[in-house]
């Protein structure tokens, strides 16, 4: 039965308090609206109690508080190094040395050990100079697997299966653990860059995709050109 607060009573009070012991751990935060006797010297009461539980709350917040200043600051070493990336590509001007800015970028500033550019083709494949792109038809069974990147214009992170790394990666499937799938969609061109580290945990399911995304639209852009001028 509910007590009127206004006829609430202290020996309601002490009898709540004594149904109910562990009032302080279920609910630390009363500490800090308590007024609390001095006790003698050496007794360890509800005062030290407090001051433990509001330490422990100020250095909970301070650890927050570095782990944000510290993310902000990966952030921007993050969006520096895409932004020195895309500058690079876009000085380029053939297919081949964007692919050469590529590895040496991704493997310098990201650890990034491997990378595979897929493209597609309705009739025929691209007229390129660069070997180093490979092409499918759009109806291929192997490419009709990374179908949804392309659709949901969406980076995919994670792992792949081994005739999905096979496709993407030949003989050195064995080094993929997991990678990142960059849609390249230009109205040039349609295909993939897909990026790939050993580690199983580099690239995950549910990691933040704008710089990925921003890549690509970039690359995308610029390989379409390209493409267009060797055509």
Same mark, same amino acid.
């Given at each position: 039965?509910?007590?009127?607060?206004?006829?609430?009573?202290?020996?309601?009070?002490?009898?709540?308090?004594?149904?109910?012991?562990?009032?302080?751990?279920?609910?630390?935060?009363?500490? $800090? &609206?308590?007024?609390?006797?001095?006790?003698? !010297?050496?007794?360890?009461?509800?005062?030290? *109690?407090?001051? #433990?539980?509001? @330490?422990?709350k100020?250095?909970?917040?301070?650890?927050?508080?570095?782990?944000?200043?510290?993310?902000?600051?990966?952030?921007?070493?993050?969006?520096?190094?895409v932004?020195?990336?895309?500058?690079?590509?876009?000085?380029?001007?053939?297919?081949?040395?964007?692919?050469?800015?590529?590895?040496?970028?991704?493997?310098?500033?990201f650890?990034?050990?491997?990378?595979?550019?897929?493209?597609?083709?309705?009739?025929?494949?691209?007229?390129?100079?660069?070997?180093?792109?490979?092409?499918?038809?759009? $109806? &291929?069974?192997?490419?009709l697997?990374?179908? !949804?990147?392309?659709?949901?214009?969406?980076? *995919?992170?994670? #792992?792949?299966? @081994?005739?999905e790394?096979?496709?993407?990666?030949?003989?050195?499937?064995?080094?993929?653990?997991?990678?990142?799938?960059?849609?390249?969609?230009?109205?040039?061109?349609?295909?993939?860059?897909?990026?790939?580290?050993?580690?199983?945990?580099?690239?995950?399911?549910?990691?933040?995709?704008?710089?990925?995304?921003f890549?690509?639209?970039v690359?995308?852009?610029?390989?379409?050109?390209?493409?267009?001028?060797?055509?």
């Open positions: 039965m509910a007590c009127d607060i206004n006829t609430l009573s202290v020996e309601r009070v002490c009898e709540f308090i004594a149904e109910h012991p562990d009032i302080l751990v279920t609910h630390p935060e009363l500490i $800090e &609206q308590l007024t609390l006797p001095e006790l003698p !010297s050496g007794i360890v009461g509800i005062a030290e *109690y407090r001051s #433990r539980y509001l @330490q422990q100020n250095d909970k917040l301070s650890q927050k508080m570095q782990q944000l200043v510290q993310h902000a600051e990966q952030n921007d070493i993050l969006r520096q190094k932004h020195q990336l895309c500058l690079a590509v876009l000085a380029e001007q053939s297919i081949a040395s964007v692919l050469a800015v590529l590895q040496k970028h991704m493997l310098e500033a650890d990034i050990q491997h990378i595979a550019i897929v493209l597609q083709y309705e009739t025929r494949p691209y007229t390129m100079t660069a070997a180093t792109v490979t092409q499918y038809d759009s $109806e &291929q069974p192997e490419w697997r990374f179908s !949804s990147v392309l659709a949901e214009q969406q980076p *995919y992170c994670g #792992r792949l299966a @081994q005739e790394k096979t496709f993407l990666f030949g003989d050195t499937r064995d080094a993929i653990g997991s990678v990142a799938c960059l849609p390249l969609d230009h109205v040039d061109l349609q295909g993939m860059l897909v990026i790939a580290h050993d580690s199983e945990q580099r690239f995950y399911a549910d990691m933040a995709t704008d710089y990925l995304g890549l690509s639209k690359i995308g852009q610029k390989l379409a050109q390209l493409i267009t001028n060797e055509g």
